[in-house]
């Protein structure tokens, strides 16, 4: 991944009469990054997009693409954007291609051959002459990302583009972005409610609430507990007799059987081997150890309070 800044929000903030909707929001994502949104209903996620790509005005603050102002140099900044804000509108008479070729038009230095790239890229290639009325939902977000790949972005904007789909679309939709950050470098910024597959896409997710970023780091980060206590399963014979020798043990903050036979504790990282050396002293064998991470949902959960995710 390289260290490029491909958008840089700085100090962002947009009110509406008294109402503060987006305070003070301030975050980078470099090249080839996928970086997600979440939040609860009325976060902020489609407000901030919206100011990204320039369908919303900045009340205060700076958004920078690829180092162009999008508020004072909105030509020069939007032309490196490729974006679907909601849904992609497609006229459904005509096939996917005419629909590309119309859009070509719009765009200067769009050739046949970039046409038969991004067709390729999105795997819409055996169905692209077909009326985009017999599109599934899936293939209509695809020929979408088709369409805002048309001109070379550096910065893929999609807000809730797995609304509508079925598993194997949002498999499908995963499986697309990941291989555009690794061949064309792009960057991309997606907004999202169903959590797990952003902990399945994403390189980094932030939590808005309420306006505010309350949290951003890497997925694999954020899944992990932010106290010290660690959750641990031990695979144990007997369990029984492992679940009671571990009550007795020091530094251990709670311990339970789980319905399939493991013995599940919290404890902290650098007791794991003295509980270990503990059990084996008592007879009990040990056959595995795994840390138990946190789900994005329930680190969500648990930063926002337990509100509703939208």
Known sequence: MSNETIISLSNVTKRIG?????????????Q???????????????TTIRMIVGLMSITNGQILIK???????????????????????????????QNLIHYARMVPGVTKERIDEVVALVKLEERIHDKVKKYSLGMRQRLGVAQALLHRPSLLILDEP??????????????YLRHLTRTEGISVVVSSHLLSEMELMCDRVAI?????????????????????????????QPPEQ???????????????????GFVEVSTEQERVPDLLVGLMQNDIRIYG???VSQSLEERFLEITGGKQIG
């Open 18 to 30: 008294r109402t503060t909707i987006i305070d003070d929001l301030t975050f980078d994502v470099p």
């Open 32 to 46: 080839g990054e996928i970086f997600g949104f979440l939040g609860p209903n009325g976060a902020g996620k489609t």
């Open 67 to 97: 180092g162009k102002n999008i508020k004072t140099e909105f030509e020069q900044a939007i032309r490196h954007v490729g974006a679907i804000v909601e849904s992609p509108e497609m006229y459904k008479y005509l096939s996917g291609y």
């Open 162 to 175: 797995t609304n509508g789909l079925d598993p194997a679309g949002i498999r499908d939709l995963r499986d």
């Open 208 to 236: 808005l609430q309420r306006g505010k970023l309350v949290d951003i780091m890497p997925v694999q980060q954020f899944t992990r507990r932010t106290d010290k206590a660690q959750t641990y399963l031990i695979q144990a």
């Open 242 to 260: 492992a679940l009671a020798t571990l009550r007795q043990m020091e530094g251990v903050q709670g311990v339970k059987l789980t319905q399939e």
């Open 289 to 291: 150890v795994q840390m």
